[in-house]
């Protein structure tokens, strides 16, 4: 741990009872309208309830949205619990595959592995939340503790602080319940896959109660040599006062994992105008070593406070301290010295040792009043962080990058046959193999205030106004290099007009904006870095922030009774001054880029035995001006198809069998700016089958990749593509007692 930045937290912390007590923040009196929802019955997959349209999430988990998910004038989309089970999807990646215009973006050479989605084109890897609170560590996100996923489309600054250019992404946890329960899930299928979870809860008094979810995961990956994923997690919660007009609860994450990483396909090389795409060779092709590893190691603790000094008027406290680190030795199929044209790849090594560490705190007063004839529903709060990085290289010796002395004991096996690579090459390290000793140091302290107001002037006509003032300073100590230090005041807000011509239809307009500063992801993502980099000169000056605005015409309806919801928005996002390089090889904050494009949505229950989740978005991304590289204006942007879309549905025939059925489909991507490294578009198709035997026990079959369709799902700028995974097979047993 940090003294510094905890000493430093805890001076920003000291003024905070000061602060809660500026009028400013005690608007007036409110309700806490956060409701305790029950899970539902989703055939085969018991979770109790009775919920009629389990796709359908009415509500946001989180007060910032101050009005019904139907009235919210901003795309807001939720994958509830029961698509994640129907589904038997493990990580956020195959949960944000429901989310059209959501791609993954590939990490190379000292950047972090894990989460990387764009939204609407633009990086979100640094705007994922966890109950509201940034999570600010790269890694591969499980799911055996989300309640659902909440994604906000387009600039969100005003609620999520830095960031947020094209949306964010907040993950909602579990929670202690007043009642009884342990639902317990084997699963085993093709490639080796084992997965075990259990999720207990205990009432141990009138107010008191305790929850326990645990997972074990091992498994190989369909169609890939050598690849596999190892990970184990916990996530205890322990909650007072349930019931209560005062709750407290502390909640414990763990999670640790120890994969063999897996980097993909090298591209061909450029030849005359053709486009530069994976090489065409077996699937199976596995341009690592069998020594790669990945190992991650997760904790997060939380206590909230909750208080309702009536039934109007609630305050909440959350405190939190997070620490994430990363070491990996992963191996790229590097083609920069042109040898996959001789058919020999070079074993690049890419590296990391890194941490970062979070505490944060964030005190909300949230509930309604009337003034007049004016309905309010209003939450405001105070936000304080301080964030510490470090990342180092490892030592290790791949020798060189034209691969001199050919493949095999002649060059050490630092490179292998395009054709025939041997995973199992004897490869020695020459070097340590331990942390570099050249560490970069980064810390980010902010301060934030923010309110939100929901007001209802008519019964037709509400609007929802949204403000919030970040007070952002970033400092990072390279090893090589002058020290970089920034302070930014970051004023963003969000503004929006409902129309209700009905009370199951909403027509709206909305506004909002977002700042991306230098050094947003604390070197924990691939953009944004404020670390010199050895070709592009950089210093404070140059680090303004990215400045980002969306605007957005949409409409939302709840038809068939309210059973299933049905958007549609048109929108544009902006940058006004990206940062580009200039024809000095310089930093300036001249550029500028454009995505503009439609989606539709779909969430629910067409008949009470049919239900369906999905969507089609269409995206129009447009690079401007872009200083040295004024060649690529007018390109699409990287990692953004076009068109993608996804439908899933599940059909009970009997209360005892089901079925479902998954369709997903994603354009072409881009991985560079100069539009020539590309991945094709594709199609794949899911299915599932279950039954429910008795109240306790039901079987679940997923088959993923129905047609074994090989495709690629990561575009990295150079070098690579990641490649999906074959078809595979998992059977689920689900206890419930």
Request: with cysteine; proline share 5%; net charge negative.
């Amino acid at each position: 741990m940090d003294l510094r930045a905890d000493n430093h937290f805890g001076k920003l912390s000291g003024g905070l009872v000061t602060a809660l007590a500026t009028p400013s923040l005690l608007l007036a009196s409110a309700t806490a309208t956060a409701q305790d929802a029950e899970p539902t019955t989703l055939s085969p997959i018991k979770v109790e309830g009775t919920r009629p349209a389990p796709f359908l999430v009415k509500e946001s988990a989180s007060d910032k949205f101050t009005a019904p998910v139907l009235d919210t004038a901003k795309s807001l989309q939720i994958i509830p619990q029961e698509l994640i089970q129907s589904q038997a999807a493990t990580t956020l990646t195959d949960v944000l595959r429901n989310s059209p215009g959501i791609t993954f973006g590939a990490g190379e050479g000292g950047n972090p592995l894990g989460d990387r989605p764009f939204i609407r084109g633009y990086d979100a890897q640094s705007s994922t939340f966890i109950d509201g609170m940034r999570d600010i560590g790269a890694t591969s996100r499980e799911v055996f503790n989300l309640e659902q996923v909440e994604i906000i489309k387009g600039a969100d600054g005003a609620y999520t602080g830095r960031g947020g250019a094209g949306g964010s992404i907040d993950l909602v946890s579990k929670t202690a319940k007043l009642r009884d329960f342990t639902n317990v899930s084997l699963g085993a299928g093709s490639a080796k896959y084992l997965r075990q979870t259990v999720d207990s809860n205990w009432q141990l008094g009138e107010t008191t109660a305790f929850r326990l979810n645990a997972m074990h995961h091992n498994q190989d990956v369909d169609g890939r040599d050598s690849v596999d994923y190892r990970r184990w997690g916990v996530a205890p919660t322990l909650s007072f006062g349930l019931g209560t007009p005062t709750r407290v609860t502390l909640s414990y994450f763990h999670l640790e994992t120890d994969d063999t990483p897996d980097s993909g396909m090298p591209y061909t090389l450029p030849g005359g105008k053709h486009m530069r795409t994976p090489v065409d060779v077996d699937r199976d092709n596995f341009y690592g070593l069998d020594s790669d590893y990945r190992q991650t190691r997760n904790d997060m603790g939380t206590l909230l406070i909750e208080h309702d000094f009536s039934d109007t008027l609630t305050l909440r406290n959350q405190t939190r301290y997070t620490r994430g680190t990363q070491r990996y030795v992963v191996t790229q199929p590097d083609d920069s010295k042109g040898n996959v044209n001789n058919g020999t790849v070079w074993r690049r090594a890419n590296t990391r040792d890194s941490r970062v560490s979070t505490w944060a705190n964030q005190t909300e007063l949230l509930g309604e009043f009337r003034t007049g004839q004016l309905k309010h529903r209003f939450l405001s709060g105070i936000e304080l962080s301080s964030e510490d990085g470090r990342k180092d290289a490892l030592a290790v010796n791949r020798g060189k990058a034209n691969c001199p002395d050919g493949i095999g004991a002649a060059g050490n096996y630092t490179c292998t046959s395009l054709y025939a690579p041997n995973p199992s090459d004897p490869w020695v390290n020459t070097l340590s193999g331990g942390p570099l000793g050249e560490p970069t140091y980064t810390r980010t302290l902010t301060k934030s205030i923010y309110a939100f107001d929901t007001i209802e002037f008519h019964p037709q006509w509400q609007t929802t106004l949204g403000l919030r003032l970040d007070d952002y300073t970033t400092r990072v100590n390279p090893y090589a290099g002058d020290r970089i230090d920034r302070h930014d005041t970051l004023l963003n807000y969000q503004l929006g007009l409902v129309y209700k011509p009905a009370e199951n239809g909403s027509i709206y307009l909305s506004y909002g904006t977002s700042s991306t500063p230098a050094g947003a992801g604390l070197n924990e993502g691939s953009g944004n870095s404020v670390t010199p980099g050895g070709r592009t000169p950089l210093n404070a000056a140059d680090t303004a922030p990215e400045k980002n605005r969306t605007i957005e015409l949409g409409t939302k309806w709840d038809v068939l009774d309210g059973k299933l919801g049905l958007t549609a928005a048109i929108f544009r996002v902006e940058t006004t001054n990206a940062r580009i390089t200039d024809a000095y090889g310089l930093y300036t904050m001249g550029g500028d880029r454009r995505v503009d494009g439609f989606e539709l949505g779909f969430s629910g229950s067409v008949t009470p035995q049919w239900q369906v989740y999905g969507g089609y978005t269409y995206l129009k991304s447009r690079i401007g001006e872009n200083g040295a590289n004024s060649q690529y204006e007018g390109n699409a942007f990287p990692n953004t198809p076009e068109s993608s879309f996804s439908l899933w549905n599940t059909y009970a025939f009997t209360p005892q069998l089901s079925a479902g059925l998954g369709a997903y489909y994603v354009d072409q991507q881009f991985g560079n700016e100069a539009n020539t490294i590309s991945i094709p578009s594709y199609w794949r198709f899911d299915a599932m089958v279950g039954y429910q035997f008795s109240k306790t026990v039901d079987l679940q079959v997923n088959v993923n990749n129905l047609a074994n369709k090989t495709y690629y799902d990561k575009a990295y700028a150079s070098h690579y593509a990641s490649i999906a995974p074959g078809r595979s097979a998992v059977a689920t047993l689900n206890l419930h007692f």
